[in-house]
């Protein structure tokens, strides 16, 4: 069984960073892109960033500069480093793997549960 298992969400201040992870298990995690996810309440569900097998990233605009996507092949786990954060980066963070080596878009294989991160004063 392939699992995914995100962690490190939390509440925040503004301004404040978080440091969330995603263990991956039941796959040859190297070989597949990474990605991350977040659904806030009422909104669609949007691609923050992605990570290929070979490493090239990929973010969206509205956290560009402040959210580093990495991942440890060794530990078979991606990470997303979330920094200045903002009350519009509230949201449930979904941890995906794509069916490949590449992130593309639509290529969804399995998810991780979620882990909900609060932004508020």
Known sequence: ???LVESGG?????????RLSCAASGIIFSMY???????????QR????SI???ERTDYADSVKG???ISR???????????NSLKPEDTALYYCLQY???????????????GTRVTVSS
Request: charged fraction near 15%.
């Open 1 to 3: 069984q392939v699992q």
């Open 10 to 18: 939390g509440l925040v201040q503004p301004g404040g960073s978080l």
């Open 33 to 43: 892109a990474m990605g991350w996810y977040r659904q806030a309440p009422g909104k």
């Open 46 to 49: 949007e691609l923050v960033a």
């Open 52 to 54: 290929t097998s070979g």
């Open 66 to 68: 402040r959210f580093t």
């Open 72 to 82: 440890d092949n060794a530990k078979n786990t991606v990470y997303l480093q979330m």
């Open 99 to 113: 069916r490949c080596r590449y992130a593309i878009p639509h290529s969804f294989g399995s998810w991780g549960q």
